[in-house]
């Protein structure tokens, strides 16, 4: 069964502070990763891809990969009240099939 | 990236009826996928929706329950059927982003569905 974890949070961070939100998964072969964001009642949007060991910047979030360690995570800097919501971790498997993780809600604090 | 427009966004339905949600891509798309996403739970995928083909369905899903149609490319239904309040949840469809340095997803609104 391949799986994708997060913790489930919440993580409370005051606003202006570093958001490090963690991911891992099961499937060795794995070879593109993303995170979603997910506001209460809304649907997922696509924040970041990562595809290589490593970091890849984009603006305040910073995506992080360890093959390795298959362990993904992703971090916010100077985070914002807006980016209060649900983080999703998602793994592409192959065969058009992903797996997402259950997500961790985040809450910036004002 | 295409913009998925889906309804409805909810409703609330009697056990033992069916309801069609429909999504409409503003592009052509050849692969739509449909999800279910339950309360604190993750994204789970229903079917996989091809145009001129039979939908490939997941495993614990079958074709009685959540027939899917795919009349075209830019069009799809996918249908919950004879409902129990089991299948209160959201659903979301979603087609591949076509951006080389961001793949995965673009989603629809979504549909909550509530079974009473």
């Known amino acids: 069964q391949k799986e994708v974890e997060q913790n489930s949070g919440p993580l409370s961070v005051p606003e202006g502070a570093i958001a490090s939100l963690n991911c891992t998964y099961s499937d060795r072969v794995s070879q593109s990763f993303f995170w979603y964001r997910q506001y209460s009642g809304k649907s997922p949007e696509l924040i970041m891809s990562?595809?290589?060991?490593g970091d890849k910047e984009d603006g305040r979030f910073t995506a992080q990969l360890n093959k390795a360690s298959q362990y993904v995570s992703l971090l916010i800097r100077d985070s914002q009240p807006s980016d209060s919501a649900t983080y999703l971790c998602a793994v592409y498997t192959g065969g058009f099939k992903t797996i997402f993780g259950a997500g961790t809600r985040l809450f910036v604090k004002a | 990236s295409a913009v998925i427009s889906q309804k409805p966004s909810r409703d609330i339905c009697q056990r033992g009826t069916s309801l069609t949600i429909q999504c409409q891509v503003d592009s052509q798309v050849t692969m739509m996928f449909w999800y279910r996403q339950q309360p604190g739970q993750s994204l789970t995928l229903i079917a996989t929706a091809n145009q001129g083909s039979e939908a490939t369905y997941e495993s614990g899903f079958v074709i009685d329950k959540f027939p899917i149609s795919r009349p075209n490319l830019t069009f799809s239904t996918l249908t919950v059927s004879n409902m129990s309040p089991e299948d209160s949840s959201i659903y979301l469809c979603s087609v591949p982003r076509t951006d080389q340095n961001n793949y995965g997803y673009t989603f629809g609104s979504g549909t909550r569905l509530t079974v009473v």
């Open positions: 990562i595809y290589s060991n």
